[in-house]
């Protein structure tokens, strides 16, 4: 029987697809190889998505090259070859680019009996049960003894009633482990962000029909698992192709009787803005516990220059809603500095927005250039050194916002 090894760079996203590979590799008889040196098949599923993970995908592929037996086989996947195909081939690579989109050219290599399209139910469950074949430096689920022991004493505390749990100690519940799922929802994004690759690696969303998402949900909470965190590229435009939207989906699977906690990502203010009026009750319901709104810059005239179609204004008056309407969904936002034409105002602009914004943490990256972009083209770009500096004050930023989420809950009923 044949073996393969394959290594997942990046995302989350990504190792859903990994996950895939996994599944389908198995479906076809093909066994798990215990290192590069073993293995007939080596899969390389890369991350485009900055510079350095650039830099890692390729670095990764030259190392495996260099351990592989002559006779086997390297094939490059994932985002970067549907990103940036010039610089995998001026790293030697010179087979088929398997890239999200194309799957399917797995079929050729593998010979096949099963193709990977047929494996596509669309929604993916992922959790450390249902790894199959080695994946060297995949995404693993922590099993930390003081992490489940955390846990267990928040999830004691919020069965008793009318007793308070401080935000921070209600945070760590969201922290992956053995009792979360990753359910797809859709691949691609619909925004035009000047920054962003991910429409060029994975094309505009394609959503996973309702049925079979509630259907994965549904099959996920009935093996007892109690957070469910929608995957998928950008959320809120989900359902678009489908003559459908993202308030009906999240209807659908907040009206499930059964316990348990749900955890948005990558959700772009300007349609859950749109939406907010069917979003309301939804949110009322006390489901969506998690939320991950990624915000970018506090200045509006960068707002502009990186096309998020939204203004700070808005994004307050957004995070106000979800404070008003469902007071214990965790909140939280990314922020990118250096953007080319960022100037210290502007940072300044975004370092007041966000100190004074109810979040409850918040995640910070350098701007990262990306040929083919709308951004690498703009005039006026910010040295690395001033971008890591600004980095650095505002992650001092943050733990003023872990002191605040020393407040208690409302009281719960």
């Given at each position: 029987?044949?073996?393969?090894?394959?290594?997942?760079?990046?995302?989350?996203?990504?190792?859903?697809?990994?996950?895939?590979?996994?599944?389908?590799?198995?479906?076809?008889?093909?066994?798990?190889?215990?290192?590069?040196?073993?293995?007939?098949?080596?899969?390389?599923?890369?991350?485009?998505?900055?510079?350095?993970?650039?830099?890692?995908?390729?670095?990764?592929?030259?190392?495996?090259?260099?351990?592989?037996?002559?006779?086997?086989?390297?094939?490059?996947?994932?985002?970067?070859?549907?990103?940036?195909?010039?610089?995998?081939?001026?790293?030697?690579?010179?087979?088929?680019?398997?890239?999200?989109?194309?799957?399917?050219?797995?079929?050729?290599?593998?010979?096949?009996?099963?193709?990977?399209?047929?494996?596509?139910?669309?929604?993916?469950?992922?959790?450390?049960?249902?790894?199959?074949?080695?994946?060297?430096?995949?995404?693993?689920?922590?099993?930390?003894?003081?992490?489940?022991?955390?846990?267990?004493?928040?999830?004691?505390?919020?069965?008793?009633?009318?007793?308070?749990?401080?935000?921070?100690?209600?945070?760590?519940?969201?922290?992956?482990?053995?009792?979360?799922?990753?359910?797809?929802?859709s691949v691609g994004c619909t925004n035009k962000c000047s920054f962003c690759s991910i429409p060029k690696a994975?094309?505009?969303?394609?959503?996973?029909?309702?049925?079979?998402?509630?259907?994965?949900?549904?099959?996920?909470?009935?093996?007892?698992?109690?957070?469910?965190a929608l995957s998928c590229d950008e959320l809120a435009s989900y359902g678009q192709d489908l003559g459908t939207?993202?308030?009906?989906?999240?209807?659908?699977?907040?009206?499930?009787?059964?316990?348990?906690?749900?955890?948005?990502?990558?959700?772009?203010?300007?349609?859950?803005?749109?939406?907010?009026?069917?979003?309301?009750?939804?949110?009322?319901?006390?489901?969506?516990?998690?939320?991950?709104?990624?915000?970018?810059?506090?200045?509006?005239?960068?707002?502009?220059?990186?096309?998020?179609?939204?203004?700070?204004?808005?994004?307050?008056?957004?995070?106000?809603?979800?404070?008003?309407?469902?007071?214990?969904?965790?909140?939280?936002?990314?922020?990118?500095?250096?953007?080319?034409?960022?100037?210290?105002?502007?940072?300044?602009?975004?370092?007041?927005?966000?100190?004074?914004?109810?979040?409850?943490?918040?995640?910070?990256?350098?701007?990262?250039?990306?040929?083919?972009?709308?951004?690498?083209?703009?005039?006026?770009?910010?040295?690395?050194?001033?971008?890591?500096?600004?980095?650095?004050?505002?992650?001092?930023?943050?733990?003023?916002?872990?002191?605040?989420?020393?407040?208690?809950?409302?009281?719960?009923?």
């Amino acid at each position: 029987m044949k073996s393969a090894y394959c290594v997942n760079l990046g995302c989350s996203e990504n190792h859903l697809d990994g996950l895939l590979i996994d599944r389908y590799l198995k479906n076809n008889d093909w066994e798990s190889a215990d290192s590069p040196e073993d293995a007939d098949l080596i899969i390389v599923n890369s991350c485009g998505f900055t510079k350095e993970m650039e830099r890692c995908s390729i670095n990764t592929y030259k190392e495996l090259m260099s351990l592989k037996r002559p006779d086997a086989r390297v094939i490059f996947a994932g985002c970067l070859p549907a990103i940036n195909k010039q610089v995998v081939q001026n790293s030697g690579y010179e087979d088929v680019l398997v890239t999200p989109r194309k799957l399917h050219l797995l079929d050729s290599v593998t010979n096949a009996s099963i193709s990977i399209d047929d494996l596509k139910s669309g929604c993916i469950p992922f959790s450390s049960d249902n790894i199959g074949l080695s994946f060297n430096r995949s995404f693993r689920f922590p099993d930390s003894f003081i992490q489940d022991f955390i846990k267990k004493v928040v999830v004691f505390l919020e069965a008793i009633p009318y007793f308070p749990i401080p935000r921070w100690l209600w945070q760590l519940l969201y922290l992956p482990d053995r009792n979360t799922e990753l359910v797809r929802i859709s691949v691609g994004c619909t925004n035009k962000c000047s920054f962003c690759s991910i429409p060029k690696a994975k094309g505009l969303t394609k959503s996973v029909p309702p049925a079979i998402v509630l259907e994965q949900v549904q099959d996920a909470v009935s093996r007892g698992k109690k957070h469910i965190a929608l995957s998928c590229d950008e959320l809120a435009s989900y359902g678009q192709d489908l003559g459908t939207d993202i308030v009906f989906l999240l209807d659908r699977i907040t009206a499930l009787p059964q316990k348990f906690h749900l955890i948005l990502r990558n959700v772009h203010p300007q349609w859950i803005i749109k939406y907010w009026e069917g979003l309301k009750p939804i949110f009322r319901r006390g489901k969506i516990s998690f939320i991950v709104i990624p915000l970018q810059s506090g200045s509006d005239r960068i707002l502009q220059l990186m096309k998020r179609n939204h203004t700070t204004q808005q994004y307050r008056w957004l995070i106000d809603r979800i404070r008003e309407t469902s007071p214990r969904t965790i909140v939280r936002t990314h922020l990118m500095v250096g953007f080319p034409g960022e100037t210290e105002e502007d940072y300044k602009y975004t370092y007041r927005f966000v100190k004074d914004l109810p979040l409850d943490s918040f995640h910070v990256h350098c701007y990262s250039e990306q040929d083919f972009t709308l951004s690498a083209k703009l005039p006026n770009k910010v040295s690395a050194e001033v971008a890591q500096k600004r980095g650095k004050l505002l992650e001092r930023l943050e733990w003023i916002n872990f002191f605040r989420a020393f407040r208690w809950f409302p009281m719960r009923p």
